[in-house]
């Protein structure tokens, strides 16, 4: 279906933080998805992405990650000086101030008349997949998926050391998992920590695993496996609409 893109701003700690909305054109109410992106912030392969979900029947609403220390705007180039400039940037907030942000994020979806009350998720990648992951603690958070979350097992999000590995057991809904096998951002060994502790917790999920590297859906890297990110977006639309079916 045709969509309606928009930007608004919200303050969270008294910091501009921009969120692009993506949302169905025909009236009515549609489930609201959190979407988090990677380090890059909201490029065109980003927009595209949110573009592209919210063509399905989701308001989807992408924050910029690190509006608090980035002009409002800001996009990071996906190469080596970018790379460089968006972990320092993700060294450089606290996690707190992501979950915040989070909160935030929620908060306009639960109070937006296009969304359908009771029935938001989130979708993120690499970082943001870890801030998906995060996300899903919140209560009003029905399905969770994180593609390739990085830094879980070892705690690796901000300044400080992120207990998510920890809180697993707080999840309230249900999750996917998208990996690369060929990732060497997450080992063998980080993704077996990370489902195991999903399945110790007794969590609703799916796992899917592709014969492909980190970024492999980040459709303007190197990286990019057509095949692979094709099928993982069959799988993340029949996942969302199963639950927000119910």
Known sequence: MQIIKRNLDLRVDDSLMRVYV??????????????????????GAMIRI???????????AAPEIFHRIEPVGTIIEPDDIGRMRGNDDARRTLVTEYDRDCSAVINYLKAD???TPGKIGTL??????????RAAFQEEIKAS??????????????????DTIQRVGEINGEMLLILGTLDPHIPESDRNI??????????????????????????????????????????????????FSI
């Open 22 to 43: 993506a949302s169905p054109k025909p009236p009515g109410t549609y489930p609201g998805i959190l979407f988090y992106s990677d380090i890059y912030q909201l490029g």
């Open 194 to 243: 990370l489902i195991k502790a999903i399945e110790t917790a007794q969590i609703p999920h799916q796992v899917f695993l592709y014969a492909a590297e980190h970024t492999f859906m980040r459709d303007d890297g190197y990286r990019y496996d057509s095949a692979a990110t094709t099928s993982a977006w069959v799988e993340i639309i029949k996942f969302f609409e199963r639950i």
């Open 145 to 162: 998926v994180c593609c390739y979350p990085t830094g879980i097992p070892s705690g690796k999000l901000g300044q400080d050391v992120a």
């Open 124 to 133: 993120g990648f690499c970082i943001g997949g870890h801030l998906s992951f």
């Open 113 to 115: 008349s296009g969304v």
């Open 50 to 60: 949110v573009n592209y979900l919210a063509g399905f029947g989701y308001v989807v």
